[in-house]
């Protein structure tokens, strides 16, 4: 009997489907068309030796692409155009070797099996397409399509900067307040090379902050001192104040002032160009911990929380939830700033570290959609493979934290001579005090804003 004519019980039929579905062209060659059988096998060892190529030599690159919506639109229609082929090769190697039409029985559980052979392929690349097409908006929603300042290069995506400074900061809008506050301030300063990072704290309620040459200075040319019991002039008000005035930012769009201002009063204030900044709503943040499936920390003492101190988180290490990680990083009830302060970087540390791969992928859709509502930035879409790049580095590189509270800054009166010259010790300790100087910028602070290598057993 000839291939095109042989005929194949249910267990050749079912046993020759799925190894043709682990290796194509197994159907074929029992069918005697051999080179048709060769030519599938080839085609398969050729595509899992540049999958395995892909995911191997190239790996340190998957997450850069994945951050870049012209490649995810590629990558995703290479994988849907594997995932086509492959079933097309599972139906073509059914009909080869399925039962006679006689045998009613063994058609039925060959076709079942080949259409479950063919959804064990699809499916994922359903889920894959979805994951794409969430990334693609998330970057598209949150990022602006290219650069306004100076070009991204691929060989110097930093322009030849040794540091760069993102402002990362705290919005909060509470019910009955107009406008954000923002109530965290933090830069870090990242060394390119090595990904080394100093983490600078101002307080939110810093006073008299000098502002910017320019308009906003010529308004308040002795400092920021607001207008009216709503603004009654501390640093965390300068942001929504912009956005409300403005003359303050002439030429800036609205929802660009605040940041604009901000970024440039920082700058002035620490005495280094900040280049980007990023702002996390606090209620989007809840969304996204919740998203995560919750957050655990270790609090040493426990906090009160409420105005009228209707809650306690008490002391011990806990999973909290969207709402009580809120209050975990807003609480002041006996305590005060700056003790909130540590206990807000104790808890984005705790979030970085816990949100690992398999987290995020289980979550992703609520994560995507809790960080396109909670999450604004300025960050270019161009440098956002840099961006991954450099986050790999800061991983596995030292941080070290300088906050600018009681007793080594007087808020009311702020030294800012002093807070520029120990940004400069920070950033660039003199070679034979560099172990000493390591930690002196946290030797006037309290305890919470200790060495952020261990932020996550220093909550407090």
Request: hydrophobic residues 45%; glycine residues 8%; aromatic residues 8%.
């Amino acid at each position: 009997m000839t291939g095109a004519n042989r005929r194949f019980g249910l267990g050749a039929s079912l046993a020759l489907t799925v190894a043709s579905t682990l290796l194509w062209g197994v159907a074929h060659l029992a069918v005697e068309r051999r080179r048709t059988g060769l030519a599938l096998m080839a085609a398969y060892v050729l595509m899992l030796a540049g999958v395995l190529t892909v995911f191997t030599a190239f790996s340190t690159h998957l997450l850069s692409l994945a951050v870049q919506p012209y490649w995810l639109s590629w990558l995703t229609a290479g994988v849907a155009v594997i995932a086509l082929a492959w079933t097309g090769v599972i139906v073509w190697s059914w009909l080869l070797v399925r039962p006679e039409r006689s045998d009613t029985v063994g058609r039925f559980f060959s076709t079942t099996l080949t259409v479950a052979l063919c959804a064990l392929i699809l499916a994922p690349t359903v889920y894959a397409t979805r994951l794409a097409y969430l990334s693609r908006d998330v970057v598209n929603t949150l990022f602006t399509p290219s650069s306004t300042t100076a070009p991204v290069l691929a060989q110097d995506p930093w322009n030849g900067a040794e540091r760069v400074n993102f402002l990362l900061l705290g919005g909060d809008a509470a019910p009955g307040r107009p406008g954000v506050r923002t109530d965290s301030i933090t830069v870090a300063s990242v060394d390119v090379e090595t990904g080394a990072t100093v983490l600078f704290g101002l307080p939110r309620n810093l006073q008299r902050v000098p502002l910017p040459a320019g308009p906003a200075r010529d308004l308040f040319p002795y400092g920021f001192t607001g207008s009216g019991p709503d603004t009654p002039g501390l640093l965390n008000e300068i942001y929504q104040y912009a956005e409300d005035h403005p003359e303050m930012v002439p030429g800036v769009a609205a929802g660009k002032r605040g940041s604009t201002l901000l970024k440039a009063t920082v700058s002035d204030i620490l005495g280094i160009p900040v280049s980007y900044y990023a702002m996390v709503d606090m209620k989007g943040f809840a969304e996204i911990i919740d998203a995560m499936g919750g957050v655990q920390v270790t609090i040493k003492a426990p906090i009160v929380y409420g105005k009228y101190r209707e809650g306690l988180l008490p002391a011990g290490t806990r999973k909290l939830s969207g709402q009580e990680a809120l209050w975990f990083g807003r609480s002041r009830t006996d305590s005060d700033d700056y003790v909130r302060m540590g206990r807000q970087k104790c808890l984005l540390n705790a979030v970085a570290k816990q949100a690992d791969p398999v987290t995020v992928l289980n979550s992703f859709e609520r994560l995507a959609a809790a960080t396109k509502r909670a999450i604004s930035t300025d960050l270019p879409q161009d440098l956002l493979p840099a961006v991954i790049d450099l986050a790999g580095k800061v991983k596995n590189a030292k941080i070290r934290s300088l906050s600018f509270v009681p007793p080594l800054i007087n808020t009311a009166y702020p030294d800012w001579y002093l807070i520029r010259r120990k940004v400069k010790e920070a950033l660039d300790p003199p070679a034979s005090t560099t172990t000493a100087t390591a930690h002196a910028p946290t030797a006037t602070t309290t305890p919470a804003q200790d060495d952020p290598l261990t932020l996550d057993t220093a909550c407090q």
